[in-house]
Nanobody, 115 residues
Framework: QVQLVESGGGLVQPGGSLTLSCAAS????????MAWFRQAPGKERELVAS???????NYADSVKGRFFISRDNAKNAVYLQMNSLKPDDTAVYYC?????????WGQGTQVTVSS
C-alpha cells in the first residue's frame, strides 16, 4: 500500500512562490511514476506536472516555465516548485503515484493566490 502525504500549501500573493512536497511511504519514490494534479472550485481535476521513473518530466501548458517538478530519492519525496504564481493557480493540489496498475492519491493541499 502506497501512502502519499502532501505539505507546503498556503496563501501567497500574485507573483510569489511556493514549494509543495509529497512524501511517499510503502514504496520507493524512484520506482513510481508520480505527478501533481490540481482542482479548482467548479472545475475538473487537471494534470499539472509529472515525473516518470525515467525522470522524464511533463508540464501543462499553463504552468510551463513557472512550475518545476523534481524527485529526491534519498528522502523518498517529490516536489513541485511553483514560481510567478497567478490567481488562476488557486486550487487544491494533489500528489499522485502509479505503480503496478494502481493509482494512489494524497489528501490534497490548498494553494491560494490572492492579494
Amino acid at each position: 500500500q502506497v501512502q502519499l502525504v502532501e505539505s507546503g500549501g498556503g496563501l501567497v500573493q500574485p507573483g510569489g512562490s511556493l514549494t509543495l512536497s509529497c512524501a511517499a511511504s510503502g514504496a520507493i519514490a524512484r520506482t513510481l511514476d508520480m505527478a501533481w494534479f490540481r482542482q479548482a472550485p467548479g472545475k475538473e481535476r487537471e494534470l499539472v506536472a509529472s515525473i516518470a521513473r525515467s525522470d522524464n518530466t511533463n508540464y501543462a501548458d499553463s504552468v510551463k516555465g513557472r512550475f518545476f517538478i523534481s524527485r529526491d530519492n534519498a528522502k523518498n519525496a517529490v516536489y513541485l516548485q511553483m514560481n510567478s504564481l497567478k490567481p488562476d493557480d488557486t486550487a487544491v493540489y494533489y500528489c499522485y503515484a502509479f505503480i503496478l496498475g494502481t493509482n494512489y492519491w494524497g489528501q490534497g493541499t490548498q494553494v491560494t493566490v490572492s492579494s
